[in-house]
């Protein structure tokens, strides 16, 4: 299949060891067409210095001050859409990247044209035989969205790929088209919620969100 470009956003705030393992696992990754964009969100614990001087081939984006979630995130987002990429992957900085997670991500999205979106399974890191998230709905009547698995013994239930509506925005790999029609995360949402906006804005446009 295709290799389009993927450029990975890593949001960062202090936590230093939890970015440097995170991005020690992006390097181990099988998809070879990716760059790696660390956007600090005014960390005080060396962690944007730190980065620059052992990834100097990182994209860094330093802001002054805690943007939150969706504005910091949305800075790294404009800037991949200026480099010119095909995917923006959004990565929370306490996570770990199995080898192969972008590659099957990217398939899945380039299986299908009308895909905005799309997530994996997340383990819990501490215990990786329970899950953190294996698909997700929103549900409107409760004002909620809810996560699939979580906090559950892993089960083959989970491994089953689908359409769904809620993908978190722990890891969430973006097709540019999508970004480019829906717009941006909402930075009305400090730090809760606004990738179920986001998800909830993608359907609103005719896109499919898939758990992989």
């Known amino acids: 299949f295709s290799q389009p470009k993927v450029i990975i956003i890593v949001l960062t705030w202090n936590r230093l060891g939890d970015t440097l393992e995170c991005l020690g696992s992006i390097r181990k990754i099988e998809y070879p067409n990716y760059q790696i964009m660390v956007v600090d969100?005014?960390?005080?614990d060396g962690s944007a210095e730190t980065i620059a001087a052992r990834y100097p081939d990182i994209i860094l984006l330093k802001n002054e001050s805690n943007l939150g979630y969706a504005a910091g995130?949305?800075?790294?987002?404009?800037?991949?859409?200026?480099?010119?990429?095909?995917?923006?992957?959004?990565?929370?900085?306490?996570?770990?990247?199995?080898?192969?997670?972008?590659?099957?991500?990217?398939?899945?999205?380039?299986?299908?044209?009308?895909?905005?979106?799309?997530?994996?399974?997340?383990?819990?890191?501490?215990?990786?035989?329970?899950?953190?998230?294996?698909?997700?709905?929103?549900?409107?009547?409760?004002?909620?969205?809810?996560?699939?698995?979580?906090?559950?013994?892993?089960?083959?239930?989970?491994?089953?790929?689908?359409?769904?509506?809620?993908?978190?925005?722990?890891?969430?790999?973006?097709?540019?088209?999508?970004i480019e029609e829906v717009g941006l995360l909402d930075p009305a949402y400090i730090s809760y919620l606004e990738d179920t906006d986001w998800c909830w804005r993608?359907?609103?446009?005719?896109?499919?969100?898939?758990?992989?």
């Open 41 to 44: 969100n005014g960390s005080t």
């Open 202 to 212: 993608m359907a609103q446009k005719g896109f499919k969100l898939m758990y992989v």
């Open 73 to 178: 995130n949305n800075r790294g987002i404009e800037k991949a859409l200026g480099i010119g990429c095909d995917y923006v992957f959004l990565l929370n900085n306490d996570t770990t990247l199995d080898a192969a997670c972008l590659d099957e991500l990217v398939k899945s999205m380039e299986s299908d044209s009308c895909i905005g979106a799309a997530g994996p399974k997340i383990y819990l890191h501490q215990d990786p035989s329970m899950v953190w998230y294996a698909g997700g709905d929103i549900c409107f009547r409760e004002a909620i969205s809810v996560t699939r698995g979580w906090f559950k013994r892993d089960h083959p239930s989970y491994n089953r790929p689908g359409e769904v509506s809620f993908i978190t925005g722990c890891a969430m790999l973006l097709k540019r088209k999508a």
